[in-house]
């Protein structure tokens, strides 16, 4: 999966109903992020063996930053 597509993916995911209401596109931008940083960060542990990994969350915090 591209970076772009799992941007994308992540955001759709946040837009889940709360309450009845949609979680509106900005707030769902915001939650992705914090989750892409959550995952960065745990990776960042191991950073020598997950460097490509970690490459492939910033360019997919990059895209959801595009959104």
């Known amino acids: 999966m591209t970076p ?3 941007a994308e993916e992540l955001v759709n ?3 889940y109903p709360l309450h009845g209401v949609y979680i509106i596109s900005h707030v ?3 939650l992705a992020l914090i989750a892409v ?3 960065i960060e745990a ?3 191991h950073h020598w063996q ?6 492939y969350w910033k360019e ?3 895209e959801i930053e595009k959104l």
């Open 43 to 45: 990776l960042h542990e």
């Open 13 to 15: 995911k946040m837009k």
């Open 28 to 30: 769902a931008n915001e």
């Open 50 to 55: 997950n460097r490509l990994t970690i490459d």
């Open 37 to 39: 940083d959550e995952v």
């Open 4 to 6: 772009k597509e799992k």
């Open 60 to 62: 997919v915090k990059k």
